[in-house]
Every structure is written in C-alpha cells, then in structure tokens.
C-alpha cells in the first residue's frame, strides 16, 4: 500500500504518533559485532543507509548522540525536528545545495571523535544511487564506514521520490550492519569506495529480504 502524504507529513507528527508508532516495532540486529565494537571503542566513524529506511534506524539508535546530514530544504527542517526529538545532532547541506558546508561540519564532528549518518541518495535521488560525499568525508577524516539497512516485513510506501518506508504497528525490523570500509586516498580510492559502499548497501538489503 502507498500513502500521499510525503515524510515531512510524519515528520509534523513527531512526537508523539511516530514515538508511538515506533515502541511496538520489534528489532533484530544482524552483523552488528563490528558496530559495537567501534561503539565501545569510542572511535568515529560514518554511517551510510539509504534516504528511504531512515526512520527505523534513527527510532533504534537514538540518544547515542550520532550527528546526521540533512538537506538545507524544507524537509530537511523537519527531518532536523525529528532527528533533534530522538536525541540527534545535525548538520545542513547535501550533494545539491551546501554540500561543502555539510561536508566541512562533518569533518569536525568526526575530528571530534563522533559519529556522522549519511543518506547518500537524498535529499532527492535517484532513489538508492549513491552520491560520493559520504565517501569523500570518510576518506578525508581517515574513518571507516559502516553501511547500514533496515527491513521491516510489514511497511507502508510513500508516494515520494524514495518510496519513503513506515512500518505498521508491531512490524518486525530486521537491520543489518555492514563491515566497515576503508577508503584508501586518492581519485582511485574515492571511486573503489563509492562502489563498496554502494555494493554493501544492496547487499544489506539483498541479504534482509527486503520486501517492496
């Protein structure tokens, strides 16, 4: 089933619908020892996941202080609101507008020893095509990467440009971590980072059996 309204919609809800909503999802974590491990090391690092599932993993990794970049449009405000509600940082910029902005406050928070969520494919698209800047702040910072997906087994669709995600109530969420990556320096290693990256996401979402 597909819904009208867009994200931002849900976002105005926040809270208490979607906070609501979100405490009957049941998760289960796959892959996750070498998340934990960076974790308790304290090391930053990034983490990339596709624009559409975000909902999911922002709900189960709240208050770790993880800081997200968001586009400077009126969604991004939003997504900013929610993000702020769930005990998230964010900084504003993108691929299409702001993106060096985005990129040098992502560098400080990583310099700083924290931790920087990308959506690589937003703020609009292609859906699921991956867009290098969260490769170059990863390369440029000398941290790794960790791909990330979500998957819930039951889910209404937005009529959006990603076909934004939201689980039913009591939809059982799958989310599954990836290796860590890192990007060797250079043109070269940038580019061999877009694909791994990129590869690691579908994999994700291959490997969760995504149901669309």
Not at 15 to 21: D, H, N
Not at 63 to 72: A, H, K, N, T, W
Not at 174 to 199: C, D, N
């Amino acid at each position: 089933m597909k819904l009208r309204p867009s994200p931002a919609t849900v976002a105005r809800l926040t809270p208490p619908v979607v906070g609501a909503l979100a405490r009957t999802w049941r998760y289960r974590q796959e892959g996750s020892e070498a998340w934990r491990g960076l974790l308790a090391a304290r090391r930053p690092f990034v983490v990339a996941l596709w624009h559409d599932i975000l909902l999911m993993p922002l709900w189960r990794h709240r208050d770790l202080g993880i800081v997200i970049v968001v586009s400077e449009a009126r969604d991004g405000q939003y997504l900013a609101d929610v993000a702020a509600r769930f005990g998230f940082g964010a900084v504003r910029g993108s691929s299409t507008r702001g993106g060096s902005k985005a990129l040098l406050a992502a560098l400080r928070v990583l310099d700083q020893g924290g931790i920087v969520a990308f959506t690589p494919d937003g703020p609009r698209g292609p859906r699921r095509v991956l867009k290098p800047g969260v490769v170059a702040a990863a390369q440029q910072a000398g941290v790794p990467i960790v791909p990330l997906h979500a998957a819930p087994d039951r889910a209404w669709r937005f009529r959006s440009w990603d076909r934004f995600c939201l689980p039913k109530p009591f939809a059982r969420v799958r989310i599954g971590y990836g290796e860590p990556i890192l990007v060797a320096p250079g043109e070269a290693g940038l580019a061999a980072g877009v694909e791994a990256v990129a590869g690691a996401l579908d994999g994700l979402a291959r490997d969760l059996g995504e149901a669309e």
